[in-house]
């Protein structure tokens, strides 16, 4: 039996002086107004950590190498379909971010992970408010032992 593909994201965390990097969605018709961190779809034949380093350069003209970016932990999600995101949190990166996508997004900040902006996507919240890695949540699922953690918006 042949399986469909699972959508598979990347989404990257940086941080600097206790502060993230966040990006309001804005024309794209997913999740537009809410903020969320830099990242995007892992397409056919890239690693995820290609991906991260490919979107966060996209996005924000930020330079990060694979071997700087940590795995942070997993998100499998029931959206409009079966979804996997990946999180990582680049350790160093070279340049200063700026919107290179701005029919995509129409705001870039840095705010704290205690003070985070709103609307947030509902699972990059969830994944970001996580204190221990790795880590992993199932959102959207129904419930048969107790443990998925569920958020809303997603």
Not at 49 to 62: H, S, Y
Not at 105 to 112: F, G, L, S
Not at 113 to 123: D, F, H, I, S, T
Request: proline share 6%; charged share 25%; hydrophobic share 35%.
């Amino acid at each position: 039996m042949q399986h469909p593909g699972i959508p598979t994201g990347v989404h990257v965390v940086c941080e600097r002086e206790g502060r993230v990097l966040l990006m309001r969605r804005a024309g794209t018709g997913f999740f537009d107004g809410r903020y969320s961190l830099p990242g995007g779809h892992v397409e056919p034949g890239e690693s995820v950590l290609a991906a991260a380093v490919r979107e966060l350069r996209e996005e924000t003209g930020l330079s990060v190498l694979e071997r700087d970016l940590e795995w942070l932990g997993v998100v499998h999600r029931l959206s409009d379909t079966n979804r996997i995101d990946f999180f990582v949190r680049a350790a160093r990166w070279s340049g200063e971010p700026e919107n290179l996508e701005p029919g995509k997004c129409d705001d870039m900040v840095w705010c704290a992970r205690k003070q985070l902006p709103q609307p947030m996507v509902a699972y990059v919240e969830a994944a970001l408010r996580q204190t221990q890695t790795p880590w992993m949540l199932e959102l959207g699922w129904s419930c048969t032992t107790g443990r998925i953690q569920r958020c809303g918006g997603f």
